[in-house]
């Protein structure tokens, strides 16, 4: 269920307000019959805006509004009274949202903050009033400038999902079981390969009130780079992650040789992912005993911390968490938790 929920990309219509134009007037009263060009100035179109909201996980909100239409600024006054803006709208985005331009693929910016804001399409200028034509040679201008078009474009937002540990394994490794176990999700599991198909987050509580984000996402395969399996374009999901947990079952024929394929397939996706802090799970350690556990010691590599876990025995989860937190959180303690939230990033008119 909660797989079709998770929406990682939309491509939507958006259309700015025009601008409202500049208004032609004169100043007419009983003491100034001939008075001088009063028109005051058309109000700014509504912008799009983007705005990063930490509780919004999706871009489903938006799935289904193809068409976001921003109000037009309203026409200049007389008397010199500027017209009102055209009321902007405002999307509230997950955080790691990319904005692009559709035909060009252009990043326009990313939003990372909760509280951040960023114009997506700006509205049209309003037009000036027939007040500022005034000139020695022209007392009575009996023109003003129109308002500016509103823009309409298509927009791409993309979204690379932020948490601080992603499940990196082959199918069936039990990553889903894992997210399950330790945290609220309730992704679907099965004994065959290729069960997730789309990313899933879960908030995984720890001591003292505090807690982490999961990102279970499909599994990897040798390959994966030149499009076997699911191909690794979900691997754009863990970019972001602060800690890579590698998830390499108990039972594979060798160990080393499977974590060796899966650091291959982030290396050829992006060589960062390599520099993130690893840890590697051997999973589903409920179905070994000591002595081949022992064995399996001499098979696991040398450079990443490990550990056995069974999340259905529930065995190692706490030792793993702890091992998490620490790969993250390392010199960070008494760090504020909130993020300050940002006031608008862009300048008002005027
Ligand atoms: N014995 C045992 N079986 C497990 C454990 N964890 C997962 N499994 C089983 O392994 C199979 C695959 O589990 P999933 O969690 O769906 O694996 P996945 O890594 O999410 O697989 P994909 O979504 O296909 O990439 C299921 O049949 C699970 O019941 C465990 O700790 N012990
Ligand atoms: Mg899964």
New binding site residues.
Partial sequence: MAEQNFVDYVKICCRSGAGGPGSIHFLRDRKNPKGGPDGGDGGRGGHIILRGNRNIWTLLALKYRKHVVAEPGVPGKDNNKTGAFGEDVILEVPLGTVAKDAETGEVHFEITKDGETHILVSGGRGGLGNSHFKSPTNQTPRYAQPGEPGKEEWKILELKVLADVGLVGF?NAG??TLLSVVTAAK???ASYPF??LVPNLGIVPYRDMRSFVMA?I??IIENAHEGKGLGHRFLRHIERNATLLFMIPCDTENIKKEYDILLNELRMYNEELLDKPRVLAITKSDLIDEELREMLRQEIPADVPYLFISAVAQQGLDELKDMLWETFHVGEENVAEEQPRKGLAFEEEE
């Fill in positions: 199918p990553k889903s992704p679907k599991i069960t997730t279970d499909p599994g």
